[in-house]
């Protein structure tokens, strides 16, 4: 228990370490604190998540004795807590139960770790409005056009191209937000059982990456996020982000969908690569790989094919 324990604290005061350098308003440390959640993961996957739970306090703690504010809850809420959820369902089992064996378990898989990081996204940004600005959407999108404001009037654009970019960019801003935060926490789950199964500590199977399948219910979400768009105030800015959220689970899955077909393939590693050059160089592609993901969650590609050679893990 001492040695977990040590181990939990040192990660906890590592994760709040990343997570303060936000203060300094620098590039650097803009992608310092995108890893603060990765020390509170390798502490949970690797020592259980009551180590990832102790962690995760140990660095609030930290944060609100370090700055005398609430940057303690905020790390808690939007980097520790998240984190520790995410090691406690990755080291669970779940019924899956057959007719040879009605008492079968499995290990949570990782379509619906990827279903859950998405939720909360939606959750987290949800949150973090309703906490800085309550339920007047009025203050809220009047404080992001304040905040963009002020960035554009550094850079020399006209009134009215700068007006127009600035309620463009404030509907954007949590969006993007809710997006950047999937990406960084699929990344930092997937760097820190990477690490863990290196050191020998992981107890569950490396899950076949490729093979991963969302929920199909997840398509109905992304059906009422592409419909409530439209609506305003709270509802249409809640139901743009879980669209965006949506697309972008289901991009990974695309991902995971390509990786799967080019098993084999003499020229797998170019073809992927340009597909991830061209998806996140350009950008708009990454709505075809999600309509990809999409269809085959809806009606299975992947089991149309011939059987697949045997698994690669990436």
Do not use: C
């Amino acid at each position: 228990m001492g040695p977990t324990l040590a181990i939990a604290f040192g990660a906890g005061l590592a994760s709040a370490l990343l997570f303060s350098t936000l203060a300094s308003g620098s590039v650097m440390a803009l992608v310092l604190f995108y890893f603060a959640a990765l020390p509170v993961l390798i502490a949970g996957l690797g020592w259980g998540h009551y180590a990832g739970a102790f962690a995760a306090t140990i660095g609030a703690l930290a944060l609100s004795l370090a700055f005398k504010s609430q940057f303690g809850i905020f790390f808690f809420f939007s980097v520790g807590l998240p984190a520790w959820v995410l090691t406690y369902a990755a080291l669970s089992l779940r019924p899956a139960p057959t007719q040879e064996d009605p008492q079968a378990v499995e290990w949570v898989p990782p379509g619906l770790l990827l279903t859950m990081i998405g939720g909360g996204a939606v959750i987290l940004t949800l949150f973090a409005i309703v906490a800085l600005y309550g339920l007047d959407f009025e203050a809220f999108q009047a404080a992001i056009r304040q905040a963009v404001g002020r960035t554009l009037a550094q850079v020399r654009v006209g009134n009215a191209d700068r007006d127009t970019l600035v309620i463009l960019m404030a509907a954007a801003v949590p969006v993007a937000a809710a997006v950047v935060w999937t990406f960084v926490t699929t990344v930092n789950l997937y760097v820190a059982g990477r690490i863990v199964r290196a050191s020998g500590r992981l107890v569950r199977p490396w899950p076949d990456l490729p093979t991963l399948k969302l929920p199909k219910w997840t398509a109905v979400a992304l059906f009422v996020g592409s419909v409530g768009s439209f609506a305003t105030g709270f509802p249409g800015q809640l139901a743009a982000i879980v669209l965006a959220v949506g697309l972008a689970v289901y991009a990974l899955q695309g991902f995971a969908l390509a990786h799967d077909v080019t098993r084999g393939w003499g020229m797998r590693g170019f073809a992927l690569g340009l597909l991830y050059a061209l998806t996140f160089v350009i950008g708009w592609p990454m709505i075809f790989v999600a309509l990809a993901g999409l269809a085959d969650v809806l009606f299975d590609i992947r089991a149309r094919r011939k059987p697949p050679l045997p698994p690669f893990n990436i």
